[in-house]
């Protein structure tokens, strides 16, 4: 699943096969893909597969929200895309345009700063075209702290520690634990101990860094 020594980007974890809704779409028929699919939001899409907007679950609720409640002047004004929303029928009166996308290139960070920056919980894949290459979700950025521990030692051993440490390599020990990497040894400098906790916390999978080079555990925050 994960590239030895590469950087793992979104096409490692995203799903492929997507269902999306044309700009055309009922609203009754998104309820019923959603129920149907199991999921919270749809991609919008035009012509041969365009991404041009998402529909969300978020979306839909203002039909029931403003189906019996006269919002008074001042909420009125303060919300009229969610009342014009209410009376929507389809998706490109209902959907959230532009679409906030991901490139199946992008790393796990950077989809995860997407979703947190703009407060989704998935994100549509696209191509370098807009065309839709499938979909992105939080629990798909997790999947990567299911990586095994020993594979995750052995990224460490040979991305950071054999890169940083050269020939003091073979006295310092990677163990993993719960995805906490906890390295022990002797090294004759030191100063270098900070650089390899940042880039030991980079690889994926990793949950948290110790430090045992002097006889103390020290760990790193």
Known sequence: MYGSGSPHVVSDVMTHTVVSVGQDAPFKDIVALMAE??????????????VVGVVSEADLLHKEEFRDAEPSPPERRRRLGDMAKAGALTAAELMTAPAVTVHADAT?????????LHHV????????????AGVVSRADL??????PDAEIAEEVHREVVAYLFGDEAPGVVVEVANGVVTLTGRLADTTLVPVAARLVRAVEG???????????TLVDR
């Open 37 to 50: 699919w199991q999921v919270s939001a749809l991609p919008v899409t035009a012509g041969e597969g365009r």
């Open 108 to 116: 796990l960070a950077q989809a995860a700063r997407q979703m947190a």
């Open 121 to 132: 919980k998935r994100l549509p894949v696209v191509d370098p075209l807009g065309m839709l």
């Open 142 to 147: 997790l999947k990567v702290f299911l990586r």
């Open 206 to 216: 990793v949950v948290d860094v110790q430090w045992d080079v002097s006889g103390q």
